[in-house]
C-alpha cells in the first residue's frame, strides 16, 4: 500500500488546522515553527448534550482540539457525541482517540467519519487504534499491523469514493465521501510505530513523553516514513500524556499507579526501566473492574497496585513519562516537545467517568496562556 496522501481542510490547512504551503503540505520543521496543539481527552462518560458542555468549556479556554475515546460498553457511543460536539461548537478540533476496525466494519467506521465530518467541516480527525478496552471486554483480539494495514488502506479508499471490492462479493462505494478526513494512527510498539508513519496522515504516540522513550518511537515513525517517500517533518505528531496541574506531585502521582501497573503488565517494563522505575507485575490482578486502566473504583485500583507499585515510583513516573507539575514547568516541558517535532498533545486526566473539567480549567487558565496560545 503506498503512503497516505496528505489531507488538506478547510481555508489552507491540513487536518490539523495547520497552515499548508503552496504545494499543499504542511511546513517542515526547517519552516517556522508551527504553534503546538494542545487537545483535551473527553471520554463519553455521560449524556452527550452533558458532554458538549464539557467540549464547549474547553473551546472557550483556548485548546484547540478535544479527543473522545471509543469502549462500547464503557462509555456511549463515540459518533453519537461526535455529532453533538460538531453541532454544538464552531471552531475547536474534534476526534476519536481512538477507534478501532474490530468492533466497526471499516465500511461503517467510513459512513460515521464521514457524517460528522460533514458537520465540522475541516475539524475531524478520525484517530485509529488496536481495540484494546473495546475488545477485551467482548472477548476479540486487538488488531494486528496487518489487519489493520487492510482496513486502513479500505478505509482510505471509501472516504476517497472510490469503489471497494468486498473480497470478491460486492463493489460497493460510500455516497458523499469526504476525501479531507485525515487518519491518524495510535501506536506505541514497533511495528504499528512504522505502519503509521509508512501510510497514516498523522501519529498518536502512546509512550508518554519522556525524552528517551520518545525519541525511539519517533525515530521509527521518521525512518518508515521516509522509506516510504514521505516527508517525515510534515507528518503530524501529537502525544499522550496524563497532565496535572499541581505544587504537590508527590500526592498526586499516587494516582497513576493503575496507569503504571497497566504498563509494565502489557509489555512496558522496559520502557519503565530505561526511566530507573524498576517494577514487578504479575499477569493477572484481581479486584479491579473492568481493567487497570479504566477501573471504576479509582481508589481501591490504587490501593492494589500499591503492592507492586511504590510511592517512589509513582513520583518518577509522573516526573519521566506524565505532565504534573506547576503551570510553568507543563508549558515548558511543551516548548520542549514542540521544538523536537511534536505538532500536538492530547492531555488526559486520570479517570474515565467523569469529564475532565479541573484539568481544563487548571490547563486553561495557567498554561495556555503561558504558551501564547490563540483560540483558532
Not at 488538506?8 to 519552516?31: E, F, N
Not at 464503557?74 to 453519537?80: A, G, K, N, Y
Not at 485525515?182 to 498518536?204: F, M, Q, T, W
Amino acid at each position: 500500500m503506498s503512503a497516505l496522501p496528505d489531507r488538506r481542510g478547510q481555508d489552507g490547512q491540513d487536518g490539523q488546522g495547520r497552515p499548508l504551503t503552496g504545494d499543499g503540505r504542511p511546513p517542515s520543521q526547517d519552516a517556522a515553527p508551527v504553534p503546538l496543539r494542545v487537545g483535551v481527552r473527553v471520554p463519553p462518560c455521560d449524556r452527550a448534550d452533558r458532554v458538549l458542555e464539557t467540549v464547549r468549556r474547553a473551546e472557550e479556554s483556548g485548546f484547540t482540539d478535544v479527543w473522545f475515546p471509543d469502549s462500547q460498553l464503557l462509555w456511549r457511543d463515540v459518533f453519537t457525541t461526535l455529532t453533538a460536539a460538531a453541532l454544538g461548537t464552531e471552531r475547536i478540533g474534534l476526534g476519536t482517540a481512538v477507534t478501532n476496525l474490530a468492533t466497526r466494519h471499516p465500511a461503517v467506521v467510513a459512513s460515521a467519519a464521514r457524517s460528522v465530518a460533514e458537520l465540522a467541516p475541516g475539524r475531524f480527525t478520525l484517530g485509529l487504534g488496536v481495540g484494546n478496552s473495546s475488545v477485551g471486554p467482548v472477548g476479540l483480539r486487538q488488531t494486528t499491523s496487518a489487519a489493520m494495514r487492510a482496513g486502513l488502506r479500505m478505509l482510505r479508499a471509501l472516504l476517497d469514493g472510490e469503489e471497494w471490492d468486498f473480497e470478491g462479493r460486492a463493489r460497493s462505494r460510500l455516497r458523499d465521501p469526504r476525501p479531507e478526513v485525515p487518519l491518524h494512527l495510535a501506536a506505541s510498539g514497533p511495528k504499528n510505530l512504522r505502519l503509521a508513519g509508512e501510510i497514516a496522515d498523522g501519529v498518536i504516540l502512546l509512550s508518554g513523553i519522556s525524552p528517551r522513550t520518545l525519541t525511539s518511537a519517533t525515530a521509527r515513525v521518521r525512518e518508515s516514513a521516509e522509506a516510504a517517500g514521505r516527508d517525515a517533518d510534515a507528518l503530524p505528531l501529537t502525544v499522550s500524556a496524563f497532565c496535572a496541574v499541581t505544587d504537590d506531585v508527590e500526592a498526586e502521582a499516587r494516582l497513576l499507579k493503575p496507569i503504571c501497573a497497566s504498563i509494565a503488565q502489557n509489555g512496558g517494563a522496559p520502557f519503565l526501566a530505561l526511566a530507573d522505575i524498576e517494577v514487578d507485575v504479575p499477569a493477572t490482578i484481581t479486584g479491579v473492574y473492568p481493567d487497570l486502566v479504566h477501573a471504576e473504583d479509582w481508589k481501591a485500583a490504587v490501593d492494589i497496585c500499591s503492592e507492586w507499585i511504590s510511592d517512589e515510583a509513582a513520583v518518577q513516573f509522573a516526573r519521566e513519562f506524565c505532565l504534573f507539575g506547576t503551570a510553568e514547568h507543563i508549558a515548558g516541558r511543551l516548548r520542549d516537545l514542540n521544538s523536537a517535532g511534536v505538532s500536538g498533545v492530547l492531555l488526559q486526566h486520570v479517570g474515565s467517568y467523569d469529564p475532565p473539567t479541573d484539568l481544563i480549567e487548571s490547563v486553561g487558565a495557567a498554561v495556555l496562556p503561558a504558551l501564547s496560545l490563540k483560540v483558532p
